[in-house]
């Protein structure tokens, strides 16, 4: 079916999205990777790894208050995985 069809579509885009991010952050090009990461949590909003990985980028560039925000969503998204909380500092 098309829905079923398009959001595998998202997931899949947004793990291309994910994979470019993580190469951006190795090459320390945080707000290049932030912006890819936000292009991916926009088609899936519910993926607390996208999450975690923003605010790990956003922390790396200095935007203490956006990486706080990322890992608490995160928590909130999944309350019971440490590494969200490992964010929190």
Do not use: H
Request: charged fraction near 30%; aromatic fraction near 8%.
């Amino acid at each position: 079916n098309m829905v079923g069809n398009s959001e595998l579509l998202a997931k899949e885009t947004a793990e291309v999205l994910k994979g470019r991010g993580n190469a951006l952050f190795k090459q320390k090009e945080y707000a290049q990777a932030v912006k890819l990461y936000s292009e991916a949590i926009e088609l899936e909003p519910e993926n607390e790894i996208l999450y975690s990985n923003r605010s790990v980028a956003y922390l790396a560039n200095d935007s203490k208050s956006k990486a706080l925000w990322d890992a608490e969503k995160c928590i909130t998204l999944k309350s019971n995985w440490a590494k969200g909380y490992s964010r929190l500092g």
